[in-house]
């Protein structure tokens, strides 16, 4: 295999790894924060409990997703030197701000919140939560700006042989990144809620800590539902940003290869990349695709066949992808809208708990599927229609990646079988036990 | 000019890197030397723990810097030297996960396997950033295009080696003063003997590594050819670097722990920007041809990336520094048995 190949598997592998820790890291320290919010405002012990059962699971999750972080910064450079020598006035400026003013600051009080319990008033303590929890949202905010560059340049122009910034509020409030935002977080969230559901339900399904899971559930049942609707509603309008940002990821994720004025979606597609069609189509929906993507059933979509062939991205992959992440979204507005109608008789509803429980994968396949579209469906570029995804790797030794992919790959195997393991452990485990005698503070 | 200011601001936050990941990577790789049972090993984690991660973010954006105003350096350093940075990157990787799931092992072999972990996930960073850098000031061999010549091994020349054998020394010393700061006890004493015994040491490396200087690097030729200019640097950076060291041995002879490791600092941050000032304007100088290192000049971003970059670092700059020093000051006393029975203690 080529360096370019190696560099691509990678950088997959290390941007699909980090983000298995992420969405929780962005859900949960919201739920947490609520949790203690209102443990400050009630006075309730169990919603303080509940901050420090769930805390736990989100310290060993936070480890990983920040020890992992670096690598990515890393990559840009040591694989991707082109790329990064190319657009570095702008993507490069971009996680330094993320850095400067988000990635410090949770950094700094995750550990302020983790040993501060006893040096803290309850209320500042409670705010440490929330600062974490904004940081990591707020890195979220810089991180997706950044790749929206990636997926639709704009403020720029090329000069000096590289991309050079003009419009830095172009970036920053550029449209696709509202949209990329938007969609990503409430997928963070979905996935959070579903973590908390499904670890509640495991031990409301053993009758345990009964009033503790079922305040726990309820609150993960309700940052699901919110964001699955959110999702949905607004998955639907990344749709037209997609057809008019990337046509090429359109088709691709339709697998529609030829032209057609008032296209249908299907039900059922094969496509069939080496012949370059579908295998199989059924289950038309006249007219479905061109109102997703332009608003009007009876409009033109462009098909694959029509794009220069070395301007295709690989279709089985994207198409898969974008069906994965559709199909599992709409089923988590179904399962969050029955959990909705069962929510003051979780425990007289095991067949559901149990669905609950085993849930917790698919948010975190529907989330990775998500990314694979995104990216997948970006290439052959890697800034859409600036910068080929060949044109940016770096010229170093295909020895010298082979062997950091193999390191990777062990390492990461090794860690996310430890991080795993772990977080089960604590959820199996349950809460601590009620405390007799109230803590000393020193407020 | 304004290149020029985001040179300094990116000697800077290396300075700040070292100085407070410094002690982190010295107390990791000295951890099997002074903690004798586990209730010691549990306060060397402890003295690190509530701190390691705010340290370690002034790498990403010491990186994150070089990215954005300099990209063509972060390019050819980060590309060149792939095998350096994935060890480094590795040992940071296992050194967070060292710190942060040795307290949920629930098995000694557990803890023993994570103690590895630590301690040569901290030595190999302190190591290899001292090997890198030497090589920097020295020059690496790059070509027209930018591509590095040379392979992981051409770094450790004997330079190379000394300068990191200087990084690790520095840290060491750095890290058993702050075991000082922290601790009481038997832990304490041990820590205050060896950090006697180190300050030998790391004066020694000091003074080899500024003698090698000399003779590998053209380090000195800013300071002798642009005696005006540098005037204020030549005065400042290394008589407060060598005031500072003298100043640490002084403090110690007096059993005053902050102000030794404060002088400590005061040598990291002073040796990095003797360092850093020297090689201006160059931030890549290539040993193949003078004519193809990469400078200040030739390698930074566009002037509105700048400019704007230097406003999100005028004031998010001074907010970091408060808020982490208002933690620093939070987590400042001495470590007791009863913080170990602490939730979420190490």
């Known amino acids: ?443 | 000019m304004l290149a020029s200011i985001w040179f300094i601001l990116w000697g800077v936050l290396w300075a700040v890197y070292f100085m407070l990941d410094g002690f982190d990577l010295g107390l990791g790789t000295l951890m099997p030397f002074v903690a004798k049972n586990e209730t010691e090993k549990r306060m060397v984690y402890s003295a690190m723990g509530p701190f390691w991660n705010g340290n370690e973010v002034w790498l990403i954006a010491a990186g994150g810097v070089t990215f954005a105003a300099f990209p063509t350096t972060y390019a050819v350093m980060f590309s060149g030297l792939y095998s350096a940075l994935m060890l480094i990157l590795f040992a940071l990787i296992f050194r967070g996960v060292a710190i942060e799931f040795r307290r949920e092992a629930d098995h000694p072999q557990w803890r023993k396997l994570w103690d590895y972990c630590l301690t040569l996930a901290s030595f190999l960073p302190a190591l290899l950033l001292g090997v890198a850098f030497a090589n920097i000031f020295q020059g690496i061999p790059i070509d027209e295009e930018g591509i590095f010549q040379g392979t992981l091994f051409s770094l450790l020349n004997p330079y190379g080696i000394l300068g990191g054998l200087f990084f690790v020394l520095m840290f060491l010393l750095h890290g058993a003063l702050w075991l000082a700061v922290k601790t009481e006890g038997d832990l304490h004493d041990r820590a205050a003997s060896l950090a006697a015994k180190l300050w030998i040491a790391m004066a020694a490396s000091a003074v080899a590594f500024l003698v090698a200087t000399w003779f590998y690097t053209r380090l000195y030729d800013n300071y002798l050819q642009n005696p005006m200019f540098y005037m204020v640097p030549i005065i400042l950076i290394p008589l407060l670097t060598v005031a500072a060291l003298v100043m640490i041995r002084v403090y110690l002879a007096k059993a005053q722990w902050w102000r030794a490791w404060f002088s400590s600092c005061g040598v990291i941050v002073g040796a990095t920007l003797f360092g850093v000032v020297g090689l201006y304007p160059n931030m890549l100088p290539s040993s193949l041809n003078p004519a193809y290192s990469l400078t200040v000049h030739n390698s930074s971003s566009s002037p509105l990336t700048l400019k704007i970059m230097l406003g999100v670092a005028l004031i998010f700059v001074p907010v970091i520094i408060a808020y982490q020093s208002y933690v620093y000051h939070l987590f400042s006393g001495k470590l007791k048995e009863s913080d170990l029975l602490e939730e979420s203690s190490y």
């Open chain 1, 1 to 443: 295999m080529d360096v370019l190949m190696l560099s691509r598997l990678q950088f997959a592998a290390a941007t699909f790894f980090h983000f298995l820790f992420v969405p929780l890291t962005l859900g949960l320290s919201i739920l947490i924060a609520i949790m203690e919010t209102k443990y400050v405002r009630t006075g309730d012990e169990e919603y303080k409990r509940m901050a420090r059962f769930w805390g736990k699971i989100f310290l060993i999750n936070f480890a990983i997703g920040v020890v992992t972080g670096i690598t990515l910064e890393f990559q840009f450079g040591t694989n991707w030197s082109r790329y990064s020598q190319y657009v570095g006035d702008i993507f490069g400026s971009l996680l330094a701000i993320e850095a400067t003013v988000a990635f410090f600051l949770e950094s700094t009080f995750i550990a302020v919140w983790a040993l501060g319990w006893n040096r803290l008033s309850a209320k500042a303590h409670a705010v440490t939560i929330w600062l974490v929890a904004v940081a990591a949202n707020l890195s979220a905010v810089w991180i997706l700006i950044a790749n929206s560059w990636m997926q639709h340049p704009v403020g720029y122009v090329i000069r000096n042989g590289r991309a050079e910034l003009t419009d830095f509020l172009a970036v920053v409030t550029q449209s696709y990144a509202i949209h990329q935002f938007v969609h990503t977080v409430s997928a963070a969230y979905i996935l959070s809620g579903f973590v908390v559901m499904g670890i509640s339900a495991y031990h409301l399904l053993r009758k345990q800590h009964t009033s503790f899971f079922n305040r726990s559930f309820r609150m993960g049942l309700a940052m699901a539902l919110i964001f699955s609707i959110v999702a949905v509603v607004q998955g639907h309008m990344n749709g037209a940003k997609v057809a008019a940002a990337q046509p090429t990821k359109l088709a691709a994720m339709e697998s529609l290869w030829e032209t057609k004025q008032g296209a249908p979606q299907y039900l059922l597609v094969v496509p069939d990349e080496k012949n370059q069609k579908n295998r199989l189509e059924w289950g038309a929906i006249p007219g479905a695709l061109s109102l997703l993507a332009y608003h009007s059933t009876e409009a033109t979509v462009k098909g694959l066949n029509d794009f220069p062939e070395d301007e295709r991205p690989p279709v089985t992959l994207t198409f898969l992808s974008f069906r994965i992440m559709v199909g599992l979204g709409l089923l988590f507005l179904l399962l969050t809208v029955i959990g909705w109608l069962k929510r003051n008789k979780l425990e007289e509803s095991p067949g559901f708990l149990k669905v609950m429980l085993y849930s917790i994968p698919l948010p975190y396949l529907a989330a990775e599927a998500g990314w694979a579209l995104a990216e997948v469906g970006r290439q052959p570029w890697v800034v859409y229609g600036v910068m080929k995804t060949s044109a940016a790797v770096s010229p170093i030794a295909a020895s010298q990646v082979m062997i950091s992919l193999a390191a990777f790959v062990l390492v990461y195997s090794a860690l996310g079988a430890a991080a795993f393991y772990l977080i089960a452990n604590h959820a199996r485990k349950g809460p601590e036990p009620v405390k007799v005698q109230v803590e000393e503070r020193r407020d």
